[in-house]
C-alpha cells in the first residue's frame, strides 16, 4: 500500500460521493497524485435517496461514463438486485436501463476500487477553507487546520453544504442521512465572492419488508435478457437470481390524511426556503397540484440482499413522523407495516451554476472546479457525470500542458447537463431528461461507446485491451453495414411469406438489403435468413443491433445531423472573452445583461440562453464578424 508523507498533490477532491468518487478516480487514473477527502468514510458513494441507478436520460449518462472510463457502471453491475430495460415498446432514442441496487454493497465495492488505486490516498476530513492565492485556488485547510496544497481542487459537497434536515417541526443541521454538515465551506465560497442559493430535495420513508402484504401489490420483476450499464461486463455474469420490486397506490384515505395535516407540512407552512424539484415533487406536493387524481403509483424497493428495508419510491414527504406512519398506513399492502426511518426534506447551498465554465471550472477562482449537487443538479447520475468531467480536467490543468476537456451537446447526454447548467442555470434541482437533448436520436443507450470511447482512450482512461475489442465492435458494423449496402433480396415464396406474415404487401422487384431492412418489424436476422446466411445470425448481438438502428432510422438521423452541422458552425464562431456588451448598440435590455452575467464562449452558447432572441443574435453576429471587437479593445486600452 502506498503512503505519502507530503501535503502536496496535484489534485484534491473534496467530498466522496458519486461526483467525488469519479472525479478523483479519473484523476488518479490520468496518472495525478491525487487526494479524495470525505466527512465520513462509511458514505463513499452512498445512495442516500433512492436505491437505484439509470431510467431515462440518466441511465445513459451512466453508459456515457463507462465508455469514457469511469467506475459508474463497472460498480452498479457488480452490485444490482433487479435490472430493467425501460420503454422498450418506444423507438431507441428514448429506451434507458434501470438498476435496483444493494446499496451497501454498492458503497462497499466502490470504497476498495478507491482505496486501490494507484495514485489515490482516500482520508476522512472536513473542509473549512479553500487556499486562494493570486485568484487561483492553491489547496484546503480541515477543521483540524491541516492544510493539503494542489495544482487543481474538485469541489464535491454535495447537499452537505450546510444542510439542514426538516422532518414535520423537527428541524436540525445535518447532512444527508443523518451525516455531519459543513458549515464553514460555504461561508468561505461567499467571501469568495461565490453566489449561492438553497436549493431542497426529500427523501421517502422506509418501511420493514417483513411487515408488507404483498398479496395487495403488483410484482415488478427485472429482465430476464441481459442488459449491463458497463460495456465491460459479460452476459454469461448477468443475474437471473432478482429481487422484484412491487408497486401500489394511494388512495382517498391517504390524501385525505394530507390535505388534513398540510397545516403542518413543511412545504406549506413556510419552514422550507429551498427550492425543490418539479420533477420530483414530495407526496403531499402531489395531492395539491394534482388535486383531481385519485391515487398516485408507489413502488417498493429492496434495500439490498442483507437487509429488510425497502425504499418507499415516490412518497418521499417531511410530514411530522406520526403524520407520516398514518400515510403509510392508509396505502394497500402497507396496513400493518413497520416504518423504518421517516421521510425527510433537506436544504442544502448550491453555487449558481452560471459560475461555471463548460469544463466545470469556476469564472471567480482559478484551477477550482465544482462537480454534483452543488452545481444545483439532482440525482446520483448527473453528479457523477459531471464528476468525470470535473476530475479530468483538473488532471488536465495539474499536467499543465494548457489541455481542457469538453462535451458538446451532441456529443454526449454529459454535454447537454453541462451546458444546460453554465448556459441558463437553473431555479430548481435539474433533472435531465431526454426531451432536454435536441440530438436525442444520436444520444442512445447503445451507442454510447461508439461516441465516447475513443475519448476515453485519448485521455489514457481506456486501457489497451479494451480499445483493442471496442475497435473490433466498430469495424465488424461498418464492414457489415457496407455490404448489406450491396447484396440484394429478390422476390420469393419465402421472402413473400415472411412479408405475409406481417401484413406487408409482397416483394415484386428485388431490393437491397439495407433497404429491406428498414420495413416494419424486420429484423437483422430475418435479412440473414432471407440471405441464406443463416450461420452468421450468430452475430454479436451488441453489433447487430447497432446495424438495425443505424439502417433502419438512417434517415431521420441524417436529418439530426444537418442540424448537428449546424450548431457546430455556431460553436465555430467563438466570442472574445474582452467584448464590451456596453458598447453593442441595439441588444435588448435582457439580452445585454445575459451576455454579461454568462460570458457565452461560442455564437452557439449564446443562441441557447434563455431570453435572447433572434435579432439580439444577428446584432451579436454582425458586430463579431466587422471585427469591432479589437476598436473597442484598443479603446479600453
Not at 463507462?66 to 457502471?73: E, F, I, P, W, Y
Not at 434495500?303 to 406512519?325: I, N
Request: net charge neutral; proline share 4%; charged share 25%.
Amino acid at each position: 500500500m502506498r503512503t505519502y508523507d507530503s501535503n502536496d498533490y496535484d489534485v484534491i477532491v473534496v467530498g466522496a460521493g458519486h461526483a467525488g468518487s469519479e472525479a478523483a478516480l479519473a484523476a488518479a487514473r490520468m496518472g495525478q497524485k491525487t487526494l479524495l477527502l470525505t466527512i465520513n468514510l462509511d458514505m463513499v458513494a452512498f445512495m442516500p435517496c433512492n436505491p437505484s441507478l439509470g431510467g431515462p436520460a440518466k441511465g445513459i449518462v451512466v453508459r456515457e461514463i463507462d465508455a469514457l472510463g469511469g467506475q459508474m457502471g463497472k460498480n452498479i453491475d457488480a452490485s444490482y438486485v433487479q435490472m430493467r430495460m425501460l420503454n422498450t415498446g418506444k423507438g431507441p432514442a428514448v429506451r434507458a436501463l434501470r438498476a435496483q441496487a444493494d446499496k451497501n454493497l454498492y458503497h462497499r465495492l466502490m470504497k476498495d476500487t478507491i482505496e486501490n488505486e494507484p495514485n489515490l490516498t482516500l482520508r476522512q476530513a472536513m473542509v473549512n477553507e479553500l487556499v486562494i492565492e493570486d485568484g487561483e485556488c492553491r489547496g484546503v485547510i480541515t477543521n483540524t487546520g491541516a492544510k493539503y496544497t494542489a495544482k487543481a481542487v474538485v469541489l464535491t459537497a454535495g447537499t452537505s453544504s450546510r444542510g439542514k434536515i426538516i422532518i414535520g417541526e423537527l428541524m436540525y443541521s445535518s447532512g444527508p442521512n443523518n451525516s455531519i454538515p459543513s458549515i464553514k465551506l460555504s461561508e468561505d465560497l461567499e467571501k469568495n465572492g461565490f453566489k449561492l442559493r438553497r436549493f431542497k430535495t426529500g427523501t421517502p420513508p422506509r418501511v420493514d419488508g417483513n411487515t408488507i402484504d404483498y398479496s395487495k401489490t403488483e410484482e415488478q420483476p427485472g429482465d430476464k435478457t441481459p442488459n449491463h450499464f458497463s460495456f465491460t461486463s459479460s452476459d454469461a455474469d448477468y443475474l437471473q437470481d432478482q429481487l422484484s420490486c412491487w408497486m401500489t397506490y394511494t388512495n382517498d384515505r391517504t390524501h385525505d390524511i394530507i390535505r388534513n395535516n398540510l397545516d403542518r407540512a413543511p412545504m406549506f407552512s413556510g419552514v422550507i426556503e429551498g427550492v425543490g424539484p418539479r420533477y420530483c415533487p414530495s407526496i403531499e406536493d402531489k395531492i395539491v397540484r394534482f388535486a383531481d387524481k385519485p391515487r398516485h403509483q408507489l413502488f417498493l424497493e429492496p434495500e439490498g440482499r442483507d437487509t429488510e428495508e425497502y425504499y418507499v419510491g415516490d412518497f418521499s414527504t417531511s410530514m411530522p413522523e406520526e403524520v407520516q406512519l398514518q400515510m403509510i398506513h392508509s396505502v394497500a399492502g402497507l396496513e400493518n407495516a413497520e416504518m423504518m426511518r421517516p421521510g425527510y426534506a433537506i436544504e442544502y447551498d448550491i453555487i449558481e451554476p452560471w459560475q461555471l465554465t463548460h469544463t466545470l471550472e469556476t469564472k471567480p477562482v482559478k484551477n477550482l472546479f465544482t462537480a454534483g449537487q452543488m452545481n444545483g443538479t439532482s440525482g446520483y447520475e448527473e453528479a457523477a457525470g459531471q464528476g468525470i468531467v470535473a476530475g479530468i480536467n483538473a488532471a488536465l490543468r495539474a499536467q499543465g500542458n494548457g489541455e481542457t476537456f469538453t462535451l458538446a451537446r451532441d456529443e454526449a447526454y454529459i454535454g447537454v447537463l453541462i451546458d444546460d447548467l453554465v448556459t441558463k442555470g437553473t431555479n430548481e434541482p435539474y433533472r435531465l431528461l431526454t426531451s432536454r437533448a435536441e440530438y436525442r436520436l444520436v444520444l442512445r443507450h447503445d451507442n454510447a461507446d461508439l461516441r465516447l470511447t475513443d475519448k476515453g482512450y485519448a485521455l489514457g482512461l481506456i486501457d489497451e485491451e479494451r480499445k483493442a475489442k471496442f475497435d473490433h465492435k466498430k469495424e465488424a458494423i461498418a464492414r457489415e453495414i457496407a455490404r448489406l449496402r450491396t447484396v440484394r433480396i429478390k422476390p420469393s415464396d419465402k421472402v413473400n411469406a415472411l412479408l405475409a406474415k406481417l401484413h406487408q404487401s409482397p416483394l415484386k422487384d428485388g431490393v437491397l438489403a439495407s433497404e429491406f431492412l428498414k420495413r416494419p418489424n424486420i429484423s437483422y436476422k430475418d435479412v440473414l435468413s432471407l440471405l441464406g446466411e443463416e450461420k452468421a445470425a450468430a452475430i454479436d448481438r451488441y453489433v447487430s443491433e447497432q446495424i438495425e438502428i443505424s439502417l433502419r432510422y438512417e434517415g431521420y438521423i441524417k436529418k439530426e445531423q444537418i442540424k448537428i452541422d449546424r450548431l457546430h458552425r455556431m460553436e465555430a464562431k467563438k466570442i472574445p472573452d474582452q467584448i464590451d456588451y456596453d458598447a453593442i448598440n441595439g441588444l435588448a435590455t435582457e439580452a445585454r445583461e445575459k451576455f454579461k452575467k454568462i460570458r457565452p464562449e461560442t455564437l452557439a452558447q449564446a443562441e441557447r440562453i434563455s431570453g435572447v432572441n433572434p435579432a439580439d443574435m444577428a446584432i451579436l453576429s454582425v458586430y463579431i464578424e466587422q471585427g469591432r471587437i479589437a476598436k473597442v479593445n484598443q479603446a479600453v486600452s
